[in-house]
């Protein structure tokens, strides 16, 4: 898949192993199964691992990221990025609260802060990586603007990078004809939408949190 590659000697992406967690959004349900998790492994010459089933939520329960992940026979990640899911506002799942402590067996999954700080806590642990939550773009819900202000209390926190493409004010202004190319609705991407909308903003992110985590360990390491 040669989509448009970015790849250069400087590139912090190439060749690494990337973990994409998600719901229908990270899969690429209207764009036949490909995201920007395959754009990103073809511009970047990297491996993505992409665990993503659509409808499925944080908030744990049958199929849901927190089950997923634990049965994702992954060993080596570089760099883990996850789907703050539009399921868990559509279907009415609790926020809760961030805990006042750093132990997984502390984190009420059932909700959506004990979700991602469980996520995030185990994603670390595993693979010792950065790791990397994304929003969607601005759409009608009330319920998903307030999952968003929660990931930023569980960011501050625990020190997660956030792609914010729900605050963007930039990022969302497109026109309508743009709208009408890069969505097949208010959530889901065409392949337009992933390729020229959503993936040269994460690679920028991306980018910058693998450049950082390389300082920081020659930092350490020094």
């Not at 511009?43 to 939520?57: F, L, M």
């Not at 539009?86 to 502390?106: E, F």
Request: glycine share 6%.
């Amino acid at each position: 898949m040669e989509k448009n590659k970015v790849i250069s000697a400087e590139n912090p992406l190439q060749g690494k192993t990337v973990v994409f967690l998600g719901s229908s959004v990270t899969y690429g349900s209207a764009s036949q199964g490909a995201s920007f998790a395959e754009y990103i492994a073809a511009r970047n010459d990297c491996v993505s691992v992409k665990e993503a089933v659509s409808g499925t939520t944080l908030s744990d329960g049958p199929s849901s990221y927190i089950q997923r992940l634990r049965e994702l026979e992954t060993p080596q990640a570089d760099l883990f990025v996850c789907q703050l899911s539009t399921n868990d506002a559509s279907q009415s799942k609790p926020l809760g609260t961030v805990s006042g402590s750093g132990k997984a067996s502390d984190f009420d999954t059932s909700t959506v802060a004990g979700a991602i700080e469980y996520i995030t806590v185990y994603a670390r642990e595993r693979w010792n990586c950065p790791v990397v939550f994304y929003t969607n773009p601005r759409y009608d819900s009330p319920a998903y603007g307030r999952m968003v202000e929660l990931l930023y209390r569980v960011s501050e926190k625990w020190g997660i990078t956030v792609i914010d493409m729900w605050n963007d004010r930039d990022f969302n202004a497109i026109t309508e004809e743009q709208r009408a190319l890069y969505m097949a609705d208010s959530i889901h991407p065409t392949q337009a939408g992933y390729l020229e909308w959503w993936t040269p903003m994460m690679e920028r992110t991306l980018y910058r949190v693998m450049e950082e985590w390389k300082k920081d360990r020659s930092t350490d390491i020094s």
